[in-house]
């Protein structure tokens, strides 16, 4: 299998962190793409017909996109424990903080766009503290509600692949008056597999 990828995005990661912690990541051949809807990636457009990374190609077999769903198929490649837990409570807690963590590096994204991305004179102040205030919100619901002491799962893998990004990214931090989540992730940060997967590279527009 190809993993279509990119060093800079916390999606791909958020796959391939995954495909580590199932322990089948010597099955996939990471191939890095660069993408932006301002450049047409036709590589990429030919596997997902939105231009974005993470795609899994699978010989002989259609293509899966996006990040949640290649988590989803990988989970059905492995004997371990399942990281989507299968049923009752746990996947509904999983699956709910693996969208929060989505919908942080959405947020990430479009507050980049808002600052960094777009030109200067195209951007919208408003649009950004509308985004910041998103991310704010989610730091504080994770501070709250995140089930550090689950066995790991889907969103905790979601989670610390976001957090790293926005970091990385240097956006708003969460650092602050969030003492839980900060230990959590600084623990996470440390597995093998956030290690075999360091972010580097810039958005070309
Ligand atoms: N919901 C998608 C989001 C993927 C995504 O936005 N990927 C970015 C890289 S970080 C991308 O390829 N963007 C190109 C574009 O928006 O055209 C997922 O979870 O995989």
Redo the contacts with the bound molecule.
């Keep these: 299998m190809k993993l279509l990828y990119?060093t800079h995005?916390?999606?791909?990661r958020k796959a391939l962190v995954f495909a580590h912690e199932a322990g089948i990541a010597e099955r996939i051949e990471v191939v890095h793409h660069e993408?932006?809807?301002t450049r047409r990636n036709e590589h990429v457009f030919a596997e997902n017909p939105l231009?974005?990374?993470?795609v899994l190609v699978r010989p002989g077999r259609p293509s899966i996109?996006?990040?949640?769903v290649i988590c989803a198929y990988l989970d059905t490649l492995h004997d371990g424990r399942r990281l989507i837990p299968p049923e009752g409570e746990a996947r509904w807690r999983a699956l709910r903080v693996q969208a929060v963590a989505?919908g942080l590096a959405d947020a990430g994204?479009a507050v980049r766009w808002e600052t960094v991305r777009r030109p200067e004179e195209l951007r919208y102040p408003p649009l950004r503290d509308g985004y910041t205030q998103k991310l704010i919100a989610s730091y504080d619901w994770v501070e709250r509600e995140l089930d550090i002491a689950s066995p790991i799962h889907v969103g905790h893998i979601a989670l610390a692949t976001t957090l790293s990004w926005l970091e990385f990214r240097e956006l708003p931090t969460f650092r602050e008056k969030r003492p839980r989540l900060v230990a959590w992730f600084d623990e996470f940060e440390a597995r093998p597999s956030m290690r075999a997967t360091p972010l580097s590279g810039q958005t070309l527009d």
């Design positions: 990119q995005s916390p999606y791909a993408t932006s809807p231009g974005k990374v993470p996109f996006d990040s949640d989505q994204i």
